[in-house]
């Protein structure tokens, strides 16, 4: 038996995430990485990469807290909003039963994370104006936990309409948890959901510092929600997640 054939079948089918440093190239602008592409000031200002990372960082998490408008029980950071993505999935479905569901167009990694995790995933087109279809939504929440929402969406740049997100939030109430993507909040932050999240037990909210603030080589992303929710997620993410000196970051795109 090969090294191959003992990996899981899933894993040996699955076609990974092409991203813009695996695709490779060259230049200083890489449009397909949607990097900043002038370097912003950081260093670090103590020696301290010998002590392993609080889990959560305390300052971290009430500063960032801070910023999106909501209490430090309602965060948790994570490497990246891909490990979010991951996070949820892990936490609220169960491989070769539950599904999760989103609309493409949209960003790539909701696919890739389900086929790695052993998840089903069910797709529902856009319509021609980039927007949710709800009814055909409606049809295949049979048996989803976890729906993925991007708004603004990757790599259209629309916003979905709120009033439609008020409905599928009703759609999925009991249900399945509705995952709002605001990777690219900052750049339109009239139109985020962090102040839903109390109306909404089931709202989850992406965010990460890779876009407006500049540092995607970090690695740093953060799931809004409810404490539930969070509490959750406490118990399936790494022990050490992030870098030692993350907790002297503040908040200011």
């Known amino acids: 038996m090969s090294i191959e054939d003992l990996a899981r079948a899933n894993v040996r089918a699955l076609t990974p995430y092409q991203s813009a440093r695996r695709l490779g190239g060259n230049g200083d602008v890489w449009l397909n990485a949607n990097e900043f592409p002038l370097p912003v000031p950081f260093e670090l200002s103590q020696q301290t990469l010998n002590r392993y990372p609080e889990c959560q960082p305390k300052i971290v998490i009430e500063r960032y807290a801070a910023y999106a408008g909501l209490t430090p029980e309602q965060v948790i950071v994570s490497r990246g909003a891909d490990e979010g993505i991951e996070l949820l999935m892990r936490a609220f479905c169960e491989p070769g039963k539950d599904a ?3 609309c493409p167009p949209t960003y790539g990694m909701y696919s890739v994370s389900a086929e790695t995790i052993g998840i089903e995933y069910r797709t529902v087109a856009a319509l021609d ?71 909404y037990p089931h709202l989850v909210i992406l965010r990460t510092l890779s876009k407006a603030f500049a540092l995607a080589g970090l690695r740093c992303g953060f799931t809004l929600a409810n404490k539930p929710v969070i509490d959750l997620l406490m118990k399936v993410i790494a022990p050490y997640p992030l870098l030692r000196r993350l907790p002297m970051w503040q908040a200011k795109p």
């Open 100 to 102: 999760i569901l989103f």
């Open 129 to 199: 104006n980039w927007q949710l279809n709800l009814p055909a939504i409606a049809e295949q929440l049979d048996g989803v936990k976890v729906v993925y929402m991007c708004s603004p969406n990757n790599p259209t740049g629309n916003l979905i309409n709120q009033d439609d997100i008020r409905k599928l939030l009703e759609m999925t109430a009991g249900k399945a948890l509705l995952v709002a993507d605001e990777a690219y909040i900052e750049f339109c932050p009239e139109a985020t959901l962090a102040g839903w999240l109390k109306a």
